[in-house]
């Protein structure tokens, strides 16, 4: 019974395919699981699967935000290139300046969607164009390499990976997050809004939250593409936006709202990660990822959906 619940979740696709494509990439490349080469995996995953929770609070809250590609490579700009005054270099002051940032324009983006009232499509497209826009003439050319510190923070403190670290960070969040009522109230307002509104909830405050989380996180996936890259590019960040929205729906999260949460993020990004590098082991052009991840967007869905009217099926006999 236990494995047939199991296997009825919706992230149990991604759970599969993580474990499947693990087996394929270490037969294809013996190495690819070697200790000396896990910290350079890393932080190569690190920002996919940050930009993945990064999408994530938004679409539990029933909204979606298209802007975390140019948002995170805003803060890949703010750490690399010559960009922040002298007062504001430095580890901290460019850490802080970056999640500021990312804190900022999330809100921004949450107002306009629960107290503006416009479709959150629509909204944070408006926002993508204008970052993806600032990205260009902030950087019209690549820059780098990274200060110091970032690349220190990519080499790791201590034993512990820096990659690993930013990661955990947003684990760290949410956690606190689940052990107060907010964490109910987003995949509340998420799943029925009205019925949530009816309930008493500031359904507004939430969404404002909710967008404000994706865009600290989105800070973090920079700063990870900063120090695992050491280079900055106005380019890369967009990139990663149709990306992230398929490992979130990958992983298991309902694009509806009110189902899911990070670890189906991490879920979902990895089997993407673990799909690129077994085309780079192939030695397959890149051409084919768009297709890849169009197709890997709708399969996702179509199974996701498949499993949760099971699910409901289930629930609805017992």
């Keep these: 019974m236990r494995w047939a619940s199991a296997l009825g979740r919706p992230w149990a696709l991604a759970a599969g395919l993580t474990v499947s494509l693990i087996v394929v990439n270490i037969l294809v490349q013996p190495l690819f699981a070697a200790p000396q080469y896990l910290n350079g995996n890393l932080a190569l995953f690190a920002p996919l699967a940050l930009a993945a929770v990064a999408s994530t609070p938004s679409i539990l809250a029933g909204g979606i935000d298209v802007s975390i590609g140019p948002l995170l ?177 990958l992983g298991g999260t309902s694009l509806a709202g009110g189902k899911g949460g990070l670890i189906e993020a991490f879920l979902g990004a990895l089997v993407i990660f673990l799909i690129q590098s077994l085309l780079a082991a192939l030695g397959l052009t890149s051409l084919w990822l768009p297709l890849i991840y169009g197709s890997i967007l709708v399969l996702s869905l179509m199974i996701g959906s498949r499993l949760t009217a099971g699910a409901g099926m289930r629930r609805d006999e017992a």
């Design 73 to 249: 490579g805003l803060a890949n700009i703010l750490v690399v290139g010559p960009v922040l005054p002298h007062a504001l270099q430095g580890p901290l002051m460019t850490t802080l300046t970056c999640l500021a940032v990312g804190v900022g324009v999330g809100i921004i983006n949450g107002l306009i969607v629960a107290v503006a009232r416009i479709q959150p499509v629509v909204a944070t497209i408006g926002t993508y164009l204008i970052l993806a826009g600032v990205d260009v003439k902030l950087l019209p050319i690549p820059a780098g390499p990274a200060p110091d510190w970032a690349v220190k923070l990519g080499a790791g403190i201590g034993p512990i990976p820096g990659s690993l670290l930013l990661m955990a960070a947003p684990v760290v969040v949410w956690a606190a997050l689940r052990a107060i009522p907010y964490h109910k109230a987003l995949l509340a307002v998420g799943g029925d809004e009205a019925t949530a509104f009816s309930a008493g909830m500031n359904t507004a405050l939430v969404k404002v939250i909710a967008y404000g989380l994706g865009g600290l996180f989105a800070a973090l996936a920079g700063i990870a593409l900063s120090s695992g890259l050491s280079a900055a590019d106005a380019a890369l960040g967009p990139q990663y936006t149709v990306v992230a929205i398929a490992a979130v729906a």
